[in-house]
């Protein structure tokens, strides 16, 4: 009798077995609340928040410079105000979206991501300002 070579059907279904679940510790890694999907959302949407927090402190701190430059110079100071601030912001961040001002905040969207972020004003000599923590608007 010959003998003949190949794999029982046994081996085949053992390997099949061994394939799914292969493939479900695979599907759980990537789906859920703490697999890869929602983590990488989650690190999109805190990069956006950061980018917009230190854009507006940049710029801010840009405009209470210029300000006091042309203060100190003789000059005349620049105004301190959210326009000065949202024009440095969309001048040294050209790939923002959009940079709008609202009532003691800034709003910036990033990458289809739209960020809040506190900014608050104090008058007086020297002026205060003050930046928020920034929220993400649904």
Request: charged share 15%; net charge negative.
């Amino acid at each position: 009798m010959k003998k003949q070579n190949g794999i029982t059907l046994v081996a085949l279904v053992i390997t099949i077995i061994v394939l799914l679940i292969l493939a479900g510790v695979t599907i759980a890694a990537l789906s859920g609340p703490n697999g890869i999907l929602s983590n990488a959302v989650k690190a999109n949407e805190e990069t956006a928040k950061s980018q917009a927090r230190e854009a507006v402190c940049i710029a801010v701190s840009e405009v209470l410079t210029n300000y006091y430059v042309e203060d100190t110079t003789g000059g005349t100071p620049v105004d301190l105000s959210y326009d000065n601030v949202i024009e440095s912001i969309e001048r040294n961040y050209p790939d923002f979206d959009s940079v709008t001002e609202g009532t003691n905040k800034i709003t910036i969207e990033i990458n289809g991501i739209t960020v809040e972020v506190p900014v608050t004003i104090s008058s007086g000599t020297p002026s205060t300002w003050t930046v928020g923590q920034p929220t993400i608007v649904d």
